[in-house]
């Protein structure tokens, strides 16, 4: 059994939040305290407050005492640590695709599309901070490469439709939109983990300077907003 840290110190302390009942078809256990179903839901939910409150070092033991159930009890609910970071990746990942598409929608520009999808996916990475870097590098070493590129995929497939909508639209071949969206996350992604772990970083800085590059793509000419499209 890992050694518990200082995190996890404190999260023993904390008091567990109430269990809601489990949901028809859900596999279940009982919580330790009060007998209440905790189902893969609320055992999600339960790891996602501990990992949020504690940050991204923090273990399977520590997540089963947060939602007052047994080891055994997480495991047949969720899986096991990869399980675990697969379904939290999926979870953040439908947050930050929600809220990101909800930015670009306003946007008036295709350069501001892009600077939106960007500040979008920056600002709310930040808000979710230990989870995302939970999610990147929570797995075992011999799965992280796996694990990343799942979480590429789900991300990828939404960029890589929206590309192909916007130049179907403009009688541009979509052949490119693949490339381009797995492109477009892991420059996200990398800029992402560097932003998350500065004390100081700001939002829209890094924001504008991300956006310049993907907009120009490297060729420094001229003012970027007044660019035509690709």
Known sequence: MPSTTSAEANAQRRPRKGLQPRRPGRPAGRTLADGVIADRETLLAAAERLITAAGPAISLDAIALEAGVTKPILYRGVGDRDSLVNALAERLNNRMA????????????????????????????????????????????????????????????QFAAGIADYRS????????????????LGALHYVTLRFLRQDNGNVDEVAQELTQMLWTGFSLEGNPGKRQAP
């Open 169 to 184: 639209a403009r009688g541009m071949s979509t052949q490119v939109a693949t490339t381009w969206s797995y492109g477009l």
């Open 98 to 157: 929600s809220r990101t598409s909800q930015d670009v929608g306003q946007a008036q520009s295709p350069h501001d599309a892009i600077h939106r999808l960007v500040r979008g996916y920056l600002h709310h990475a930040q808000a979710e901070r230990n989870i995302y870097l939970y999610v990147s590098g929570g797995s075992s070493a011999e799965d992280r490469i796996r694990d990343l590129l799942r979480l590429a995929d789900m991300s990828a497939r």
